[in-house]
């Protein structure tokens, strides 16, 4: 791992047409935010020659034509939503179909870009489109358990291997990242994002699509990137998928468009619309998301997709009467191309008449969806990606399936581990190996898993264990219990017992079904499903040391393993080579160095619990003075902090961190401090640590967080080494919107924290001075 400082990009992500700040409750400094430094150009194209081109087409084309342009239909195969339209071919032999996803495979998109180019009026290629979230055949580990990785480097190489399997099954076009920042884990979809922070949301983001769009985007190899959902999908009412939300515009700004505005500076191809309602407009239709802020402030020049059949589910909502109505809302709010449900199709032509639409606003989206297509190269070569040899080499291959086992390992997070009981001792003789999710293979990769196999290809914890330990180690496996919501018996405890008491330690692989996550996959209760819980009681009974490995897409209630396990490793779903990965870290091949992504609740009464809380006006103490009763914002029954905290991760080795050096205790508008920390390996074990910064403003013209994430670095330290980690920190990095909306830091004092968790740091203070 390179020691290299992470920039800090806050700047660059928050910054808008902001006006300079006013003072309010002190010195507002000026206007931090500055424009884009992320380039564009990845969209190598000479922008003269592709209007010309386009121009001269759009002459040509007949508004049916145009319209056609903007329908993205659904291919054979794979649905996620309730409608499907079979007959695509005869409107792509039409010329009136721009799109179509859930089609892969060289031959396949082959055959249909031929019908379109060679069989229409005017030949403009088909885009081809697809879900590929955390891989496309080799089956990356979730994208949640990528966050928990804190590794940029290792998160673009997934979506890097991901982007050249997918292009190599003719596919242009990937809807993802997946960039909804969310708090709340009964949220099926918690699993497809980066966790409940901001910060570390945007590094994600922004390392999927230097992976999935790379340095050109027509080069081959590359995918056009989705940053979806927009917007606010993540705080859906109660964890209800596709809930309405309500949210101020501050937190709009602060919390849930950073990452999309990041993406956008940095040249995402697309964006998708989201499913819900936001302050009462379904996001599909929201003029003021779309086009307001992504196209007017932003500057978005790529094209805008809509959800699954989201413009007529406006009428669902009670926004639109019709779906002609829905179509026409939607057009005109900025959503070029209509996914599935053929609102667009249908009923735009008669809008035109009745001029409910323009022509020149029908124009502008055609035009978005035209570039993109000249920017991929398709008007040069549309069989450039459909290309079987190609396909061949790429699926599956020996080096894409090592990048999923490092990138899996990498993302694995270890929770509790006392006495060492983990990494597993070198003279054991037998492991009972229990649990659902010991030997599934369907779950191994986890929901949203492209086209990967479920059936053959997933390497299990049982086969991962026995490849890696031979006959060496005889391994005692029982399934024991089920993670099934219903219809469970006990009948299998007995023979978990009987493993359990012929082994030296107990390995439990629990955790949720796959199908318990991802969309529609919300949940009231973040226990163990089914009867597992029960079963780890009775093992508990034999006293023998349990570990248990988890497979999940959320953060769960671990209350009880956290007490009576004695180690536990959070997996996630870890993908095509997961199996290996849990032996690598079970037996100490690898040194576990994930961080959780998302504070793990003690229960569902806690949420939403997150690190960047405010401190309120009686922040939470322990002091009963004021007498019996505790008036400080806490409950009754329950500590305030989260079972596992943003941040946590161990290791089988030790860091100790030194007191935080700071250059100065003070800076102004213009000047940085350096804050350093020196961090000792004082354990066993090689290993890395991520190295995290964290700042709180104390007093601030609206109320600020008690910590923010602002920087992290992730670096290997050998056994015995020490190593010194420095942060730069900016105005910019202490820019926040400011109580007049204007976006920029004040003046005053500073707390700064340097850990290896948000609970678990070193601190240092400063001031910033207005000049
Ligand atoms: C619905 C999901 O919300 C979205 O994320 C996905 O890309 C589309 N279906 C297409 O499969």
Not at 401 to 416: N, P, Q, T
Request: aromatic content about 8%.
């Amino acid at each position: 791992m390179k020691k290299k400082l992470l920039p800090l990009v806050i700047s660059c992500v928050l910054a808008s047409s902001l006006t300079s700040g006013l003072s309010v409750a002190k010195p507002a400094l000026s206007n931090t935010s500055n424009s884009s430094s992320v380039s564009k150009e990845i969209w190598q194209d000479d922008r003269q020659a592709m209007d010309t081109f386009i121009n001269e087409l759009m002459a040509k084309m007949t508004l049916k034509e145009k319209i056609g342009q903007l329908d993205l239909q659904a291919g054979k195969g794979q649905l996620t939503g309730s409608y499907r339209n079979k007959n695509y071919a005869k409107q792509i032999k039409a010329g009136h179909l721009g799109a179509i996803f859930n089609t892969t495979g060289a031959k396949q998109t082959r055959m249909l870009q031929e019908i379109a180019v060679e069989e229409t009026r005017l030949g403009i290629p088909l885009l081809f489109g697809y879900d590929t979230i955390h891989g496309f055949k080799t089956i990356f580990p979730l994208s949640l358990g990528e966050a928990a990785s804190w590794d940029l480097e290792a998160i673009e190489k997934s979506a890097r291997v991901s982007a050249r399997e997918s292009a190599a099954a003719g596919l242009h076009w990937t809807f993802a990242p997946m960039v909804d920042i969310s708090r709340d884990p009964r949220w099926g979809r918690i699993s497809e994002g980066a966790g409940e922070d901001v910060y570390l949301g945007n590094q994600v983001a922004l390392a999927r699509v230097k992976g999935f769009q790379g340095d050109d985007l027509s080069k081959p190899d590359t995918v056009m990137a989705t940053a979806k959902h927009f917007a606010v999908y993540g705080a859906a009412e109660g964890g209800r998928d596709y809930n309405s939300t309500d949210v101020s515009e501050r937190s709009l700004r602060s919390l849930y468009l950073p990452p999309f505005k990041a993406l956008v500076d940095a040249g995402v191809a697309t964006i998708m619309t989201a499913f819900n309602d936001l302050n009462g407009v379904p996001a599909t239709g929201n003029d003021y998301l779309l086009n307001d802020i992504l196209r007017d402030e932003w500057g978005f020049e790529g094209f805008v997709v809509t959800d699954y059949t989201a413009v007529e589910e406006m009428v669902d909502h009670g926004f639109a009467k019709d779906s002609k109505h829905a179509a026409e809302l939607a057009l005109n709010a900025g959503a070029d191309m209509d996914m599935v449900g053929q609102n667009y199709f249908k009923h735009l032509e008669a809008s035109v008449k009745e001029g409910k639409v323009s022509i020149e606003t029908i124009d502008k989206s055609v035009r978005r969806i035209l570039a993109m297509k000249y920017r991929l190269g398709l008007f040069e070569d549309p069989y450039r990606y459909s290309n079987e040899a190609n396909e061949k080499r790429e699926t599956l291959s020996k080096e894409n399936l090592a990048a999923a086992r490092d990138v899996a390992r990498k993302s694995m997070v270890l929770l509790k581990n006392d006495n060492q009981t983990l990494p597993l001792a070198a003279d054991l003789t037998s492991i009972a190996l229990i649990g659902p999710l010991a030997d599934s293979k369907a779950d191994m990769i986890g929901s949203w898993a492209g086209r990967g196999d479920r059936k053959k290809q997933p390497v299990t914890v049982l086969e991962g264990l026995q490849a890696k330990l031979g006959d060496k180690v005889k391994i005692n496996y029982a399934k024991g219990a089920s993670y099934n919501y219903k219809g469970n018996t006990n009948k299998g405890f007995g023979a978990a017992m009987v493993a359990a008491k012929k082994s030296d330690v107990i390995v439990a692989v629990m955790g949720e079904s796959e199908k318990m996550t991802g969309e529609a996959s919300s949940r009231t209760s973040l226990t163990l499903p089914g009867n597992q819980l029960a079963l780890l009681r009775e093992l508990k009974k034999l006293r023998k040391p349990i570990v248990l490995v988890l497979m999940n897409g959320r953060p769960l209630n671990l209350n009880w393993a956290d007490e009576k396990a004695d180690a536990i490793l959070e997996t996630w779903y870890a993908g095509t080579m997961g199996g290996h990965a849990i032996a690598d870290v079970l037996v100490g091949d690898y040194n576990p160095s994930g961080k959780l992504p998302m504070s793990f609740p003690r229960n569902v009464g806690q949420i939403p619990v997150y690190h960047s809380m405010k401190n309120t006006g009686r922040p939470f103490s322990e002091d009963l003075t004021g007498g019996a009763r505790n008036y400080s914002s806490r409950y009754e029954n329950l500590e305030n902090t989260p079972l596992y905290a943003f941040g946590h991760g161990l290791s089988y080795t030790q860091f100790d961190y030194s007191d935080i050096e700071l250059s100065s205790d003070t800076m102004t508008e213009t000047s940085t401090i350096e804050a350093k920390v020196k961090v000792t390996n004082s354990g066993n074990y090689d290993g890395e640590e991520v190295v995290q910064l964290y700042i709180q403003d104390l007093v601030g013209s609206v109320t600020r967080p008690v910590k923010e994430l602002k920087g992290f670095e992730k670096l290997m330290i050998k056994k015995g080494e020490t190593k010194e980690v420095s942060f730069t920190i900016s105005a910019d990095d202490l820019a926040f919107y400011r109580r007049d909306m204007s976006y920029g830091a004040e003046a005053g004092e500073f707390k700064l924290y340097i850990g290896t968790a948000s609970d678990n740091t070193q601190s240092a203070s400063f001031s910033l001075t207005g000049s």
